[in-house]
């Protein structure tokens, strides 16, 4: 059992018979009333936002997420199709449920998978992936000293913003929880 005081970002519990994942909380004292915690949650199934206040004394039931490493292997329509890497059985997951991480996510890599009772409910992104340019506009010389950023068009899709200075086809470092640029790979 966890605490309503004990939440973490991150921590998943047992809600209205629904597993849901913290993703904020804030801890708010009021003057002659007791104390209460607010959340923001995702409901693990669907995808579905919750934001909910407890009292701070509310328990509720902790659940073990399993990790293992998977493989993204295809797109089939709404469908995600990866691959266990420990026993190679194919693991299918909604798309909708993991739209955040689809921009960073390309063929063949390897992320990691959280179970709940052998099922697939979402994955963990590496902290940072290496990806190339596909568009952008073209670097010219004398723009290292400048300090200014472009928008660029990346191989999965997604658009961030990198210096002047890097041009297409290049390969860069994207931080998957901010979708910033970190470097030149």
Known sequence: ????????????????????QIT????????????????KMVNMKTG???EQAFRSGDAFEDVFLERREIQYLYADGELLH???????????????????????LKDNMNVTGLYCDNELLTIEMPASVTLKITETEPGVRGDTAKSGSKPAT??????????LFIGPG????????????????
């Open 1 to 20: 059992m966890v605490t309503a005081n004990e939440f973490k970002n991150g921590i998943v519990i047992k809600y209205n018979n629904q597993l849901c």
């Open 24 to 39: 904020w909380f804030q801890h708010v004292k009021m003057q002659q009333r007791a104390p209460i915690v607010r959340t």
């Open 48 to 50: 579905q936002a919750l």
């Open 82 to 104: 990866f691959m266990n890497t420990e026993d190679f059985q194919d693991v299918v997951i909604n798309k909708s449920l993991i739209e955040a991480q689809m921009l960073y």
């Open 154 to 163: 990346l191989e999965t899709g997604a658009t961030v913003k990198v210096p």
């Open 170 to 185: 290049e390969m860069i470092r994207v931080d998957t929880r901010t979708g910033d640029y970190i470097e030149r790979a």
